[in-house]
């Protein structure tokens, strides 16, 4: 603000966490300043954040400190309820207050984010992570098996809000026998032909992970998958000195057990960082028209442009290419069934199965 004694006659107007607005009258001309978080000038500290606990978020500012901080009821979106509303890989401006408590007052624009429903029904929602160059799904074919629908689920979701995603198939180790490897090639193959990049890996061989370390390089990445496939695992080869907990998988269920029950980002030797999350067990996709989907799965896409009618909802319509693709097998029946599990979502509004 000009020092020419004009703030004198300033009135704060529309004061709020991270603004207001000054409005002074000078030779009849009503001049009207928004002014961005002045009032923040001396408790005002700028960071990210680089852990969730649930009840506390971690932010390291700019000097490499790291401050613990809550949260203040306010930040919602539009009727749902988020369990984070703020996540890990936000840019934050935090309110340190003397008592040395601080608090997360302003989240800075997402350049994007991965958002799940939380659970059955409920209007909850999750916000994966946020801010990144990429996210990596680990995707296991046994111990446990990843569902092709929840693979898909996370496809949609992150090419609906423009994450670059890259599938890692880890515990390769484990498939020995000729069926399993033939799953493998199958699975691997049917996601590089749609155009997304596969890493065959396990932690236990080795193989793969230098593959990954070059992907991730210079990279805001995400790992994300069911519970047990590894995703710990694999930060601690890639980060030296992380230490983090690894889980045991359930000889009943072979699910994992639910290790990891934070975020948390550690940064990577040669640059760049990862965010560890908890296991994920179903994928529920967000507010989707039904009429969008289609742009989130790219052969489905692909091949709509040659269906007859233009609002093609590629469920029963004739002349539809995409239903022919898939009887002629150029489109995966799985990829197809997914497709029609979150057009079944939107249609119901409802989210049901543990996908
Ligand atoms: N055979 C085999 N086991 C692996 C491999 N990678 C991880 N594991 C094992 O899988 C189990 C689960 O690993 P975690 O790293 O805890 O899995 P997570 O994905 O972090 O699980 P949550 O934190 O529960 O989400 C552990 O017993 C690991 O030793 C692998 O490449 N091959
Ligand atoms: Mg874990
Ligand atoms: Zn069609």
Redesign the pocket.
Known sequence: MKSDGRERAARVLFPSYDSFTVQYSLKNVTHVYLYKLSFCNFACVKGLIVKNTGSWYIVRTASGEEIPCKIKGTFRLKGFRCTNPVAVGDHVEIDRRPDNTAFIAKIDERKNYIIRRASNLSKEFQILAANLDLAVL?VTLV?PETSTTFIDRFLATAEAYNVDTLIAI?????LVDDDSRALLEAVAYLYASIGYDVIK?????GEGLQELARALTSKMSLLS??????????I?KLVPGAR??????SDVHHT?????TFSEMLDLPAGGAII????VKGFGTIDFEKGEVAHYFPEIFKMSSQCRYNNCTHTHEPGCAVLEAVSDHRIAQSRYASYLSIIDDSTEGKYRKPY
């Open positions: 680990v111990n880890n515990k390769i180790d484990l890996m396990s932690t236990v061989t998958g069911n519970s047990g496939v590894g995703k710990s695992s694999i601690n983090l907990r690894v889980g045991t998988i994992g057990m639910h290790t990891t560890d999350t908890p296991g």
